[in-house]
């Protein structure tokens, strides 16, 4: 990663832009944040992934996503979805099916409820829909394959355990840490470093996704072990790029607890 | 709160919305940001309590806070008007005006020139002005009365000593450090978690706004007491988030300092 | 600085506008953050510099720039332009034609590759162009130099070296820790803290970009050594900030390693 310094494409919400753009850098990809329509080809034509993010959406940014789609899609370089928020309000499920429709996702990366609203929307019929609540890993696990399969991307689910998958094999990632719920943004940092791995992983997408999850979760880990007495959620946010900056291979290989 | 855990519907501005988003995350209660029109109503169908932001303004924003308003009137959930800027320019003044209009405000917070700049646009005549300056604790005490009485709305003025009124009770909050003038967003924050307050409060608005002011005067306070040397603005930010993320009902009652 | 505590008006972009108004504020100056075309004369008419930023470019805040900027050159307050991602699309690199074209800046702050774009821009001919790479400081300085000929701004190109020339004179300061580059956003700060100097400078915009590059190269020095074991490029942003809040003219003075 440090080597090859991918450019990520991302099309952000403003709430988060500013830790997913540290955290690339920290992790050793570069960010171009933009999301103006007419400059989306010419973004994408020198970028190594896209990522689109479906929070703080509007109808300028929403032009913008599928028209960096297409082009990252003809330049076959890899998409990632995070579909922010799909489930919690029409104009948002709108938005997320006709992205599935317009754009080819290496990867869709996102919590276990807009997994489920996604799979919804991606035409299950009598099955899961959004009604049946959270449920637990297993049927998440369901889900995420599902979808996989649907939608030809492979799926990172991510919850207490991260299930990542390609509808085939499944990964089960143990990492993380209760406290970065506390966080606004990691899971919007995940779907950029899903991203960033997924442009230097000669195709494997379903190792690139489990990679970031492992990567994230541990950096929560190592992140909580370094708060000092008095410390809280604010200092923990910065501790968390502090960790992907100082992350090695080993230190990850080691630290990584996953199942496949 | 953390008991509750309140969705608060933010339509923020894209400066301080990552620390709006954390502090009510600091504090129990679940941030969602979105300021597009066609989501309005669904967002607000499944919040607790909506906090409408004046700054970065622009018009797409300014047709949500009026949706969003208007349906959380209609739902009957409390809605909070942070009118950054009011007075500075007359766009902004036009936008505040149109907003008491049409929306009934559980709470009105902001600085004591916005407070004074809304009063003066809700109809004072032959009294208050702009040009009358910033004037005192004294003078603020009667605009923020005068102007609760005529909205209806608590008013939650900050300064030195924050005032929070109904129009008959006046809280006088001494909580607070000067440093926190030094950190964008303080303002803008301690507007979300009045929102938060005013979620769980039973419609006490008056009892949600001071709680709100004291826990981040005192949020401020302890947040100072915890810099080590050299360590200046851009760690308090984080450091006041910590402080409201450990905070308990305890220490809230132990610092707060006010007079009724 | 703190004395006059100046008003900056700044056209930002949505990822690095909260650290530019913290970095204001721990300055001593006065952030007003706006990209709404119908209040940009009215924000002008009481700040004391502008700093147009091109990042996340869409078309209402380039009309917001442009308003902002003529009625700043009529008011005589000095103007700043960041031209983020020049030459890295063709709707970027129209909107710096343009806004060269109807506003005159006092300075011109990018890096070697952005003031490399907007030369090309402003009518070299048979000479340098985007595939010539990024060249040694020697040519940077020329570039500069003739840039700042050509629009008689004065040119604070950043780099390992950065230079800051009115096209006659050339500051080459070499203040800067190469961490900086894992921040996002440490460029658009220099450029705030530009206009901020450029704001209380008296009209000598050489002096207020070379002090502004120089404070913020050693902020980046002190922070990276007030880092502590595991501490990475969150910490170290929260810690430029630090510095720059706790900044003197005695530590300015004895840290600033430059040349004329």
Redesign the interface.
């Known amino acids: 990663m440090r080597e090859h310094r991918p450019i990520v494409h991302c099309i ?8 997913c ?2 955290i690339l ?2 992790c050793g990809a570069s ?6 329509p ?2 989306a080809e ?2 994408v034509s ?1 970028a190594s992934a896209v990522c689109l993010n479906l ?4 109808e ?1 940014k929403f032009e913008t996503m599928k028209r960096a789609g297409r082009a990252a899609n003809a330049r076959g370089i890899p998409v990632i979805l995070d579909p922010v ?1 799909a489930g ?5 499920t709108g938005m997320a099916r006709e992205l599935l429709d317009c754009v080819r996702f290496s990867v869709i990366r996102g919590n276990a409820s807009e997994i489920r609203a996604l799979y919804g929307i991606a035409g299950a019929t009598g099955g899961v829909d959004a009604a049946a609540g959270e449920g637990d890993a297993a049927d998440v696990k369901e889900i995420a394959k599902k979808l996989a399969e649907k939608t030809h991307a492979v799926v990172s689910a991510s919850g207490v355990t991260d299930i990542v998958t390609d509808g085939a094999r499944v990964y089960m990632i143990h990492n993380g840490h209760p406290m970065m ?5 990691t899971g919007c940092q995940l779907s950029v470093l899903t991203a960033a791995f997924a442009a230097v992983c000669g195709n494997d997408f379903l190792s690139a996704a489990a990679t970031a999850a492992a990567e994230m979760g541990l950096a929560g880990e190592l992140a909580h072990e ?1 708060l000092r007495k ?6 923990y ?10 992350m090695t291979g080993e230190v990850l290989e080691k630290g990584a607890r996953y199942e496949i």
């Open positions: 952000s919400n403003y709430v988060t832009s500013n830790d753009a540290n850098l920290a960010p171009i944040m933009s999301d103006e007419d400059e010419d973004v020198f929070g703080t959406p509007n300028r928020g919690s309000s029409r104009h948002r719920s506390a966080v606004t943004g370094m008095g410390e809280g959620s604010g200092t946010r910065a501790r968390i790029i502090d960790v992907i900056y100082g």
